[in-house]
């Protein structure tokens, strides 16, 4: 567990967070709670920390105790309102770094180029965490379903010229057998011709007709 929390700790730290062993523990509970294939949910569980560190990253104040000034009556308490947390950017190298991350926690291999390309298709600012995840996710899924289309296009586009390929060598066989066929047919013609005027003068000759 110890080297499962570490390497995860560093994946993170990539990402310019720096989460405690117990929020990493906490995290894989979530995303694994029987502990079993944490590599195969690092994703998952580097994403739930960062989830978890960004959401408590605000801390609701309730007020700033009075201040005394030498020559005036005291400040009276100022009240801070609490704003809801502001859109994320993320950088190219954050979102090529998630990418590879998400591609392999939904067991897809990808080539840095084609994290590269899926990476630079994302908008850089979300509304949370959460919605950068699973625009990553549904890219990734859409990249895919775009190689596999594109593979089914080709085989039915190269079985159907084989098939006409197939089709016109066929027609072309069958007419050169037909061809010879009836050049043969003349020739033994010819000589089925040639065999009874022969025949005819070599009898007409000995008068044996």
Known sequence: MRNHIENIRIEIKKQGYTPT????RDAISTVCPQAKDILKHKGAIVAEVIKVLTSSSIVPSEGVAPIEHPDSAPIETAHLEVQAPSDITVSTEEKYNLVTA????LGF???E???VSIADSIDNVFKDYSSFIGTITTAIKSYFDYKFDS?????DSSTKELQEHISDRTTRLNNKFANVS???KTDLGGVRQSIKSARSAIL?????Q
């Open 21 to 24: 062993s117990q929020q990493i």
């Open 102 to 105: 998400q591609a392999v926690a």
């Open 109 to 111: 291999s990808l080539s």
């Open 113 to 115: 180029q084609e994290a």
């Open 151 to 155: 593979i089914e296009q080709l085989l």
């Open 182 to 184: 009836g050049a043969l």
């Open 204 to 208: 007409e000759r000995f008068a044996l």
